[in-house]
Structures are given as C-alpha cells and as structure tokens.
C-alpha cells in the first residue's frame, strides 16, 4: 500500500511535544541554568561557572550516597528476581487458586509508597509494632531508629514485601504463555524438573524478566518516598540515597547550585543505565 | 513574556542553541539521506546515525564530569576528547 503525506499529520503529535517540553524539556533546561549559579534567593543568580560539579564530583557524601544507591539496587535485584521466579513458578495455573493468588500478589503493588512507609514505620516500632515488639520479645535487639543494619533490613524487606509481586506477575504471564506441548514432550523425553525450567520455562521467561529487571532497578535506584517516611536518611546518613540527598540539599539547606548539579549527574547516571538496560533487552529480543 | 525565572546565561543558551542545531542538522540529513543508515559497528548491535548522535552526546557527559571529577575546571580538553570521540562513534559504533 502506497504511504499518503500529509504534513497534518504533525498537529497530532503536537500535543505529546507541548507536554514534553513542559514536564521534562523546559525544567531540565531550567535545572541546567541553575547548576552553573548560586542564587540567594530573590531572583537574583551570580555565575558559578562549573564549580558546583567539581563540589559534587569530589564530595564524599556524592560518592557516599551513589555507592548506597548501586549495593541497596544490587540487593533488591538479588532478593526479588529470584523470589518472584520461585512464587510464580509455584502459582496454581487453573482453577480458583489463580485469581485468589492474583489478587493477593496485585495488593501490595495498590497501595501507594507513602503508606508503604508509614505501614513499615509503625510495623517496625519497638514500643507499638508488631514486628519491632515480637522481636524485641524474642531477644532479639532491633532497633532501626538508631541501628544502621536494621534500617537496611527494614528498608530492604519492605521493598521486597511491596515490589517481589511486580516480578511475580510478569513471571507468571510469562509461564502462563507457554503451550503445553512443550510441557508434553519434556514428559515423553523423561525431562527433570530443573530441565523443564533451565531449557523450557526460563527462556521463555526471559523477555519478561529483563523487564522486570529494568523496572525494579530503576525504581530501587530512584527510591525517595519509603525511605523517606521510615528512616529520614538516618540513622546518620546509612539510608540516605542520591534523591533524598538531593531533596535535603536543594530544600533543607536551599543550596539549589549544588542541588542541580547534583540532579544533572543523577540524570546523566539514569540516563547511562537506561540506555544501556534498554539496549540489552531490544538486542536480545532481536537475536531470539 | 518573562524567562527570567529560568535564570538564562548566555554559556547556557548557546550550549542549548549548539544541541538544537545538532538536532536540526540530524533531521536535514535525514530528509537528504533517508532511513537512518542503520549498520552494525563494533558493539555488535544495530544504530542508526540517530543511536550515534545519543551515544556520542551522553558519551561527550561523561567526559565532561570524569574531567571535572579528576582533572579541574578547565573544559577546553573535556571538549576535545569528545570531539574525537564523536567521531570515532559516528565511524566505528
């Protein structure tokens, strides 16, 4: 069929374009300006040139709060992707089990970051939560107000509690796409179950998987909200990430030269590891 | 209207004015040379010039904030090595 011009055509993606440059083009620029001024507030900037990125690229608290970012993702990565094979794989695939197991896997993923945090605040308290009381009743001294290990362990089994499902559920529909001839003539080939799904059920799960990849790095990396709520960056800064560091310099200490700087090299760092993710996953799909 | 709420410098404008000509030159060898010339380089996966001019900006970042990081405040050998390295991206990615 013989493609039709029409230059029309161009105030359909019109719309997309002004929404574009007014939720990311527009405060990127903006964000840019301000990471080579200092500004005292009152409108009013003087140039700085490039030094708030030299402050930024040789401050610890930088290197500090991205090295937190890298081993809280590496970890979330190493729990969930795994966990949710196991659960998915583990699912019933007929009767009423399916969307009992749906629903209760889809819940968690409902409820909005916020009243994750403030769930896990309370759960955890050692004078009313239930997890913070049990443990301290069984001997066992948990206190992530002021110990950094157990403000990791809470902020690491509360995103795994709100984000394994995520992977679950793409795990699942990816099981679920299978035929079951394939099923058959492992049956008839006398295949393992580690057979069935080191050469059956993964391949076919790698597709979704490397979303589900792509999709919990991604947030694991821009984690704000929970933490956030539960822990503030403390004790100290052990649970401060790159976006709550940000938050406290551009608002706590309104140091906005610094705090863009910063936000251009968050950018460039998601951007890099975007690219990079999504490269994988389209040159992947392309060679199988 | 008033921009001056995006606090303008002319450093900044003019690095924006270099990366809009970047895209508009992009879009008239485009329409000269249709198609995007995808071919596969030395990753070993297909780019077009589109995928090249990305790598080469965000490449060209990097450089920029390793030198800043390691090197100092003058850009002027950030630039340079990214100028090269553009090209090298342009004829070997």
């Known amino acids: 069929m013989e493609k039709t011009w029409n230059n029309k055509a161009w105030f359909m993606v019109l719309p997309v374009l002004v929404l574009v440059a007014f939720s990311a083009v527009i405060p990127l620029m903006t964000v840019v300006n301000y990471s080579v001024q200092d500004t005292f507030g009152n409108n009013e900037f003087f140039w700085a040139g490039t ?7 040789t401050s610890d608290r930088f290197w500090d709060a991205l090295t937190r970012n890298l081993v809280f993702s590496a970890i979330i990565l190493a729990i969930e992707i795994p966990l949710g094979i196991i659960i998915a794989l ?6 009423l089990g399916v ?11 409902l409820i909005p970051w916020n009243v994750v945090g403030t769930i896990w605040q309370v ?20 206190n992530y107000v002021q110990n950094p290990i157990d403000a990791w362990v809470t902020l690491i089994v509360m ?11 793409l795990c699942y529909a990816g099981l679920v796409s299978i035929p079951d001839a394939y099923y058959q003539a492992a049956k008839i080939d006398g295949a393992s179950r580690w057979s069935v799904f080191r050469y059956i059920q993964l391949p076919k799960m790698k597709r979704v998987l490397l979303i589900a990849f792509l999709l919990r790095f991604m947030d694991s990396f821009m984690i704000y909200t929970e933490p ?28 906005l030269g610094p705090a863009a700087a910063l936000s251009i090299i968050y950018f460039l760092i998601i951007l890099l590891l975007s690219w ?12 199988s | 209207m008033n921009f001056s709420w995006m606090a303008w ?3 900044t404008a003019l690095f924006f004015i270099t990366i809009a000509l970047l895209l508009v030159g992009m879009a008239v060898w485009e329409y000269v040379s249709p198609g995007g010339n995808p071919r596969v380089g030395i990753l070993r996966f297909e780019t077009t010039r589109g995928d090249r001019l990305f790598v080469s900006l965000l490449g060209s970042a990097f450089i920029h904030l390793a030198w800043l990081g390691l090197g100092g405040p003058n850009l002027w050998w950030a630039l340079a090595l990214s100028v090269v390295y553009a090209i090298g991206v342009f004829r070997y990615v």
């Open chain 1, 228 to 255: 956030f709520v539960v822990t503030g960056g403390g004790p100290g800064n052990s649970t401060t990430f790159l976006s709550i560091d940000l938050v406290k310099m551009a608002i706590g200490q309104f140091d």
């Open chain 1, 90 to 95: 583990n699912m019933p695939k007929k009767g």
């Open chain 2, 9 to 11: 410098t002319l450093p």
């Open chain 1, 99 to 109: 969307p009992v197991c749906l629903v209760l896997m889809a819940l968690p993923l």
């Open chain 1, 159 to 169: 995103d795994v509690w709100h984000w394994t499902s995520l992977v679950v559920l």
């Open chain 1, 51 to 57: 030094d708030w990125y030299v402050d930024v690229l």
């Open chain 1, 276 to 287: 990079i993710f999504y490269t994988v996953m389209t040159t992947s799909d392309a060679q």
């Open chain 1, 123 to 142: 759960f955890g308290r050692v004078d009313i939560g239930l997890l913070g009381h049990t443990l301290e009743a069984i001997g066992i001294n948990y």
